[in-house]
């Protein structure tokens, strides 16, 4: 298996060179000056100038890839334009919300839609089946802001059992933390969960209707054991797929979630560096996050040697 | 343990740790939540005009003289000046006690060098430095400002309420080329910045400077006693509106500075939060020509847009309410002492005279070339302005095509000189606030100076002359005579149009009290009642 992860994660090499010039690319073709927007909206076009040259945003474009380029290889992700502070100062900052978000919304998303889809499987066609699908169109069409404030107007204006906003790091108190990640967690969590509930009632529905099933069923074995030893181990496979490339979603959703409660992670950041064109911090966030989604389609592919012993690299 | 028991276990737990959580910290001080108009990035209020840096500004920084709630300029560092008999020499000595925030004594070398670093960045600065022959220091509490010739402007520039701000910084901050950001935060205002603890993006932190010596007067406007009655004051990055207000329902924030307009109801009907309307002078709304291309570098043509407009209908559109918008018939801010009617006379800026503008237009010989009109549609402020635009200038006859586009977009695109038809612009509309616009010299947009003059790039010896005369003026009656000519010639000479006046309210919680009507936000005075 170790060539097998080594030629993977060479492979990751060309995929985020091609990131690296398209995010550079569309950055610098995309309207918008930074050096206008440092210098406000009462400056000059010398005060801009001025700026963009401090920038070396006045450089040809080629030279400006290669001097990014260049730090990048040598792990110097460069100076933000606004903030100052070096991006990756900015990044590490901003890791803890972002992941701890993320960690809870995929744990709450995971113990909510297995159990949901394998449940609306096995009582196929019953109230429960059609209530699970309804639910899971339901996460699937409502964006995700519209979930969060109705949650927030909910639970922490009407009943006032949980904070509107913010984030409270882990080292100042498990229960600040946990409270403050209840309702963005959940909000990010709907989407996913519909989609895990679908595939992994899917994918039950049709190892349901295998004969080692009809087997099992046929040996004496009781609802629960087959459903967990010889159905749900065997309809895994589609089930982890979904759960490693919705982490796209996820990252998309981090990105909403966070601005609307407030929490400063990285997908707070890359807006406000977005909005801001800082290019350096832009470039970098985008980078992160391919390198992380290149790597957890790398962890499924592996995963699935555990579940499936037919499948050797 | 059964099942049964073993959830009802968790549960439990989870309860304990949510109540837990939600158990207020035990609070040894007070400290002021607040939400501004947008987050700190950058800390130099001197190197950008961005309103949130200015606003930080005048947390750590103090400045010479300040403006009061009356417009009028009064000592605010300085303890007394004197002015010779020439009027070519200002002598400034400072308060006594005046300390950094490190605990060194403010000196008049430290004053200088602010002045000289803010006199190469800032407009109004730089017109001053222009006057300006010499800086000399005295000894460590006096200095001498000597001109070449006499001029109006010392008090009113280094008094200048808003962007850039004259802040005083220790002599080895203010030294740092004004292109370059500075990198040691140290002032000698009412609040020390936390470097340590701002976190763009989450929250900047300023506390109280226990050394700071009040002035002995009650504070008015930016003048007066800065006296601060809170220990902390956090400035919280919530960039959602909608969640800002949410947090400040329920008590997470106390301070919420620019709620949009649209959200008003829901403030008001929260018997915890009030709105307070602090910066009597408002904002001022103004349409801007790009006079570099055809059809707007014929100045017959901008009269007609002129003729074209009226304030209501843009006031009405945006901010809906009448009690936070006013129809003001003059280029300068109404409720200013430099607000006149002349040159204004038929109607214009408040009535639409599509007949008069149609007239123009053809005296003009428009022939019809597109109207590239920049629409910012990001920021609720400005978003409905463009499209009221666009059709008064079509009912006058003009042919439009809007550029929606966001804010940051258009900042970049109206910097460009290209023709409207390759990437440039013919014009667009934005927002002053009325303290950076209170005379001829400090208005951006009246610079007529060709190229030297802002983005729209007006060319007009007559008006630079006003504008010079005005700034050479002392009296202040004579002063007002100009200005209402700048008036005039704005009407035949068009460089923008000012398209009415228009107020904000903070939001607050109810416990919040003392703030100070300012056409800046500070956070001096301001106290949370128990």
Known sequence: ?313 | MSAVRRLAVALLAVSVILVAGAAPPAQAQTTLRVVMHSDLKIVDPIWTTAYIVRNHGYMVYDTLFAMDAKGEIRPQMVDKYDVSADKLTYTLTLRDGLLWHDGKPVTSEDCVASIKRWGAKDSMGQKLMSFVKELQVVNPKTFKIILKESTGLVLGALGKPSSNVPFMMPKRVAETDPNTQISEFIGSGPFIFKKDEWKPGDKAVWVKNPQYKPRSEAPSGLAGGKVVKVDRVEWRAIPDHQTAINALLAGEIDYMESPPHDLYPVLKQDANVRLVSLNPLGNQYTFRYNTLHKPFNDPKVRQAVMWAFNQEDFLKAVIGDKQYYKVCQSLFPCGTPLESRKGLEGGLLVESNFTKAKQLLKEAGYDGTTIVLMHSSDLAVLNNLAPVAKSLMEKAGFKVDMHSMDWQTLVSRRAKKDPPTAGGWHAFLTSWVSADILNPVMAGFLNSACDKAMFGWPCDEQMEKLRDQYARETDPGKQKAIAEAVQVRLTQYPTHIPLGQWYGAVAVRKNVQGMVEAPVTVFWNVEIKK
């Open chain 1, 1 to 313: 298996m170790l060539p097998y992860i080594g030629r993977r994660l060479l492979a990751t090499i060309p995929v985020m060179a091609v990131v690296a010039v398209f995010v550079f690319l569309l950055l610098r073709l995309t309207a918008g000056d930074p050096a206008a927007i440092i210098a406000g909206d009462n400056a000059t076009a010398r005060d801009v100038a001025q700026i963009r040259e401090k920038l070396g945003l006045d450089q040809p474009i080629v030279q400006q890839f290669i001097i990014w380029i260049g730090k990048t290889l040598r792990g110097d992700l460069g100076e933000s334009f606004f903030f100052k502070k070096t991006v990756t100062e900015l990044i590490l900052g901003r890791v803890e919300p972002t992941l701890a978000l993320a960690t809870c919304t995929l744990l709450l998303a995971v113990t909510m839609a297995v159990p949901l889809g394998v449940t609306a499987a096995y009582k196929r066609g019953s109230w429960i089946d059609r209530f699970v699908m309804g639910l899971s169109v339901l996460g699937f069409s409502v964006p995700v802001f519209v979930i969060g404030y109705a949650l927030m107007y909910l639970f922490a204006i009407h009943f006032a059992w949980l904070p509107v906003q913010g984030y409270q790091r882990i080292g100042d108190g498990f229960g600040g933390f946990i409270q403050r990640l209840v309702l963005p967690s959940f909000t990010l969590a709907i989407i996913y969960v519909a989609l895990i509930a679908r595939i992994t009632r899917a994918s039950v529905l049709e190892v349901l209707g295998a004969d080692h099933v009809r087997t099992a069923r046929a040996k004496g074995l009781a609802d629960l054991p087959v459903l967990l030893r010889h159905v749900l181990r065997n309809a895994a496979v589609p089930i982890v797929t979904v759960i490693g490339l919705g982490v796209a979603l996820l990252i998309g959703g981090v990105v909403v979630t966070e601005s609307v409660f407030a929490i400063p992670g990285l997908g707070r950041l890359t807006v406000d560096a977005v909005l801001a064109r800082d290019y350096p911090t832009v470039q970098a966030v985008v980078l992160l996050f391919s390198g992380v989604y290149v790597l957890i389609n790398l962890l499924v592919d592996l995963t699935y040697t555990f579940l499936d012993p037919r499948i050797r690299y």
